[in-house]
């Protein structure tokens, strides 16, 4: 750690992550007098600012771009003492307080308790044009988007469950659902494969992958380029002396189930546990807790299944309030080692 730093204030609270997780926590820690610091990565405001259009958050009937919610949401906590501050975490020292975060600029920022809410990035396939046309027809959360393709042709990209779960919901909304997969057998639980292929509106292109997505941000996505091979993995094969065959195909929507990435790597090396996947661990029971005292976690950076902006918001109040509350008990217990300190000197 860069100990050589010129800023050696010790700050109440820090927030990791400037998601729609991360603001609610610094809207209740601002407002707690806690004048937390919130530390925006390389992706400020977190995976809603790839929806173009938010419906489903509470308190907004018409709905809500998700860049507009997480800018009401970044002023909101502004408002009441909240500081942004860019940077990533490279390394956290979490074995004594206070906390010591190395920034990726070689600052160090000290805390006496952090909250940890970075979020899961979703995985991407690499097609052409994905990051034109990412909340545009393109996206990653059947949950938040599939009601506006009802009637649509869409496609689903992966094999695993994410994929299958993303299927099953379009389903509900889409005229067809095609689950494109690479391979010639789903990596998906037994139950969600049987579900899927049970599925009178679900079909199957096996052995095929994503190559290109057409449309623009004014017309949302149109179409897609598939090529497909045999053996499976045709992308591996392009411009070799296999043949690959191509198709174009008229399509509404796409939707990527290819998976989340937890982003954990600064708390690898650290007391804070994290499962097999990379989500960081809470303790059992209603709290934001985790094995490292002072240590909380917020939005999907520990929820794998839900991922929604309303449950991200929620668990971000929650986490300020844990930690409010778990600085108040060491405020307490630092005056009672200071009287009994008195006394003993008396």
Aim: proline content about 3%.
């Amino acid at each position: 750690m860069n100990e050589d730093t010129p800023d050696a204030t010790v700050h109440d609270v820090v927030i990791v992550g400037s998601g729609v997780a991360g603001l609610s926590a610094a809207v209740y820690a601002a407002r707690a007098d806690l004048e937390p610091i919130v530390l925006e990565g390389p992706e400020p405001g977190g995976q809603l600012t790839l929806t173009t259009e938010v419906e489903n958050f509470l308190g907004f009937p018409e709905g809500i771009g998700g860049m507009e919610l997480i800018q009401n949401g970044k002023e909101q906590a502004k408002r009441f003492g909240a500081e942004f501050v860019h940077g990533t975490v490279e390394d956290a020292a979490l074995e004594e307080r206070p906390f010591a975060l190395e920034l990726s600029n070689d600052e160090t920022l000290r805390t006496q308790s952090l909250i940890v809410a970075t979020g899961a990035s979703a995985r991407w396939v690499g097609a052409e044009n994905e990051d034109e046309l990412m909340g545009y027809g393109l996206s990653t959360c059947a949950t938040c988007d599939g009601a506006f393709h009802r009637g649509d042709d869409v496609l689903v990209i992966g094999g695993g469950d994410s994929a299958m779960e993303e299927a099953l919901f379009l389903a509900k909304f889409a005229d067809t659902v095609t689950v494109v997969h690479r391979r010639d057998e789903l990596r998906a639980s037994d139950i969600m494969a049987r579900r899927a292929r049970e599925h009178d509106q679900i079909e199957f292109r096996w052995n095929t992958e994503l190559l290109e997505i057409h449309g623009s941000q004014d017309d949302g996505v149109t179409g897609a380029t598939l090529v497909s091979h045999p053996d499976g993995r045709p992308k591996e094969k392009l411009g070799s002396d296999e043949d690959v065959e191509s198709e174009d195909v008229d399509v509404g929507g796409i939707f990527y189930g290819v998976g989340h990435v937890p982003n954990t790597t600064f708390l690898e090396e650290t007391a804070v546990d994290l499962d097999e996947e990379g989500y960081l661990q809470t303790l059992e029971g209603m709290t934001t807790e985790t094995a490292v005292e002072g240590v909380f976690g917020a939005g999907d950076v520990m929820d794998p299944d839900y991922r929604q902006a309303i449950t991200a918001a929620g668990t971000g109040s929650m986490a300020a309030l844990d930690a409010e509350s778990w600085l108040e008990e060491q405020a307490v217990a630092s005056q009672s080692e200071t009287a009994v300190a008195v006394e003993a000197d008396d």
